[in-house]
């Protein structure tokens, strides 16, 4: 069994990007996992001065991340910026081994978040995380679908959706 941690970048609970990570929990393929990592709005700040020891929310999720064949993460652009929550995230785990050679795959929920995209990651890579690019998919989500039943009411987002889980499914095997 393939278990791949669903990371989103946004607090929202409308999100857009969340909502493809809740899509991707119901359409993947027979032999992976799906499951959302929902803490990182628990977080403190990240200090440099207090990362050891780390505070538990932040040590569970470096395990769960160290546990996970493979990494599915969405995040919006904020301001052209990657989300402060996401940054605090990775911030809190760039001393950690946990992405080392670590398959991720990026969804962007918005063809006009590149700035934030990209910059996502580039920290990523700079992270020795091993980025699945046939997974690493724009999918222009409507309006209309704030949700997971939204997204799966679009075969086309579907479609996508499948594709990307379909690569993640190649990259650990």
Request: aromatic share 6%; glycine share 6%; proline share 8%.
């Amino acid at each position: 069994m393939i278990d791949v941690l669903a990371i989103s970048g946004s607090l929202r609970a409308a999100s857009k990007n969340t909502a493809l990570l809740e899509a991707a929990v119901r359409v993947a393929p027979q032999g992976m996992r799906v499951r959302r990592f929902r803490g990182l709005g628990s977080f403190p700040l990240f200090n440099p001065d207090t990362e050891f020891p780390t505070p538990p929310p932040v040590a569970d999720f470096i395990a769960q991340i160290a546990a996970a064949d493979a990494l599915l993460i969405a995040s919006p652009e904020y301001a052209h910026g990657v989300t402060g929550v996401m940054k605090n995230a990775l911030d809190w785990v760039v001393s950690s081994p946990a992405f080392i050679d670590k398959p991720v795959a990026l969804v962007n929920a918005s063809p006009r978040a590149t700035i934030a995209y990209g910059a996502l990651r580039e920290t990523l890579v700079t992270m020795s995380a091993r980025m699945i690019e046939g997974g690493c998919v724009t999918i222009a989500v409507p309006p209309m679908a704030r949700d997971a039943e939204g997204v799966l009411a679009v075969p086309d987002l579907v479609v996508a959706l499948r594709s990307a889980l379909a690569e993640i499914q190649r990259a650990t095997q």
